[in-house]
């Protein structure tokens, strides 16, 4: 895993040790965005998805807001980080807030030891959660915000949410959950994408390449998705659009319309709609309604024989 990140993304390990790795992407000055742990027993689980809060004090308010909504709310001693909250959303999702971080210089002007695909920082999560519209509605109230979601009829599917002034920081998709979909880098360059495509080739990841190049309709980032050595799933992608404006409304998406899957190019392939990473210890609830994507299997079958 550490190998697939530091040589194919090409992101910076901080400190390591012999079960933990610290990685952080080039233009990141904290000490982490991603924590890799030896754990023989839960390989192909994820622990928890972190967000930052800005003051110290703002955890306090975090715990207690969390507290009074019956959900758990745990301090935690973690390295390299100030006082850290550990809380769970109303799905089971396990988060961790924090204030503070240790710094280390950033590198993305040090282009000598570039390696991989340049990813530059860590950007958003997508999540699985039985009920999208209640989970939406959570994160309204710690103060995210919707740019673009997606419908079938009155139905919510997925709704796309953000707090630091760009389209996405959480991505909630009603399936199975809670689970974790894909985490994603941005890289500065588009040819960088396929640049992670190349060296997952080259160093034997080949086949973990999932999705893409293409580009998404939602946000309309060009993108490609590959799976690290233990299954989870990590998106490479071009940065979004700016979301400062707060008269702009949320897009919504027909989910009947391919163009929601990518605007060009064939639709993804069954697994990529369905598979993700559980969290460790969060029992999982499927939705009311199972999803329907149209993914490649069902895509080829419906089409008519020339």
């Given at each position: 895993?550490?190998?697939?990140?530091?040589s194919?993304?090409?992101?910076?390990?901080?400190?390591?040790?012999?079960?933990?790795?610290?990685?952080?992407?080039?233009a990141?000055?904290?000490?982490?965005?991603?924590v890799?742990?030896?754990?023989?027993?839960?390989?192909?689980?994820?622990?928890?998805?972190?967000?930052?809060?800005?003051?110290?004090?703002?955890?306090?308010?975090?715990?207690?807001?969390?507290?009074?909504?019956?959900?758990?709310a745990?301090?935690?001693?973690?390295?390299?980080?100030?006082?850290t909250?550990?809380v769970?959303?109303?799905?089971?999702?396990?988060?961790e807030?924090?204030?503070?971080?240790e710094?280390r210089?950033?590198?993305?002007?040090?282009?000598?030891?570039?390696?991989?695909?340049?990813?530059?920082?860590?950007?958003?999560?997508?999540?699985?959660?039985?009920?999208?519209?209640?989970?939406?509605?959570?994160?309204?109230?710690l103060?995210?915000?919707?740019?673009?979601?997606l419908?079938?009829?009155d139905k919510?599917l997925?709704?796309?949410?953000?707090?630091?002034?760009?389209c996405?920081?959480?991505a909630?998709?009603?399936?199975?959950?809670?689970?974790l979909?894909?985490?994603?880098?941005?890289v500065?360059?588009?040819?960088?994408?396929?640049?992670?495509?190349?060296?997952?080739?080259?160093?034997?990841?080949?086949?973990g390449?999932?999705?893409?190049?293409?580009?998404?309709?939602?946000?309309?980032?060009?993108?490609?998705?590959l799976?690290?050595?233990?299954?989870?799933r990590?998106?490479?992608?071009?940065?979004?659009?700016?979301?400062?404006?707060?008269?702009?409304?949320?897009?919504r998406?027909?989910?009947a319309?391919?163009?929601t899957?990518?605007?060009w190019?064939?639709?993804?392939?069954?697994?990529?709609?369905?598979?993700?990473?559980?969290?460790?210890?969060?029992?999982?609830?499927?939705p009311?309604?199972?999803?329907?994507?149209?993914?490649?299997?069902?895509?080829?079958?419906?089409?008519?024989?020339p």
């Amino acid at each position: 895993s550490r190998n697939f990140y530091v040589s194919t993304l090409g992101l910076v390990v901080s400190d390591e040790d012999e079960r933990t790795c610290h990685l952080r992407g080039l233009a990141e000055a904290c000490h982490h965005s991603l924590v890799l742990e030896l754990d023989e027993e839960g390989a192909g689980s994820c622990r928890r998805i972190g967000f930052r809060v800005f003051l110290d004090e703002d955890l306090d308010i975090a715990h207690d807001w969390f507290r009074d909504r019956g959900l758990p709310a745990e301090w935690v001693d973690m390295p390299y980080q100030g006082r850290t909250l550990h809380v769970s959303d109303p799905a089971g999702t396990p988060l961790e807030l924090c204030a503070h971080m240790e710094t280390r210089p950033r590198l993305h002007i040090d282009f000598a030891h570039y390696k991989g695909a340049h990813a530059q920082r860590l950007d958003h999560f997508q999540t699985f959660a039985p009920n999208t519209y209640e989970l939406t509605a959570f994160y309204g109230e710690l103060g995210f915000r919707n740019s673009e979601y997606l419908t079938h009829g009155d139905k919510l599917l997925s709704a796309f949410m953000y707090r630091k002034g760009t389209c996405l920081d959480l991505a909630i998709v009603e399936n199975t959950g809670p689970a974790l979909h894909h985490f994603a880098y941005t890289v500065s360059e588009s040819r960088d994408i396929f640049t992670a495509c190349d060296w997952a080739g080259i160093l034997g990841y080949g086949e973990g390449v999932e999705r893409g190049p293409g580009r998404h309709g939602p946000g309309g980032m060009l993108f490609t998705y590959l799976r690290d050595p233990d299954g989870h799933r990590v998106e490479v992608f071009n940065s979004h659009y700016q979301t400062i404006d707060t008269e702009v409304e949320p897009v919504r998406w027909d989910a009947a319309s391919l163009s929601t899957n990518a605007r060009w190019g064939l639709p993804a392939l069954e697994k990529w709609y369905f598979e993700a990473s559980p969290f460790v210890g969060a029992p999982q609830t499927p939705p009311a309604e199972p999803p329907k994507p149209m993914s490649l299997e069902r895509f080829l079958l419906e089409q008519p024989l020339p």
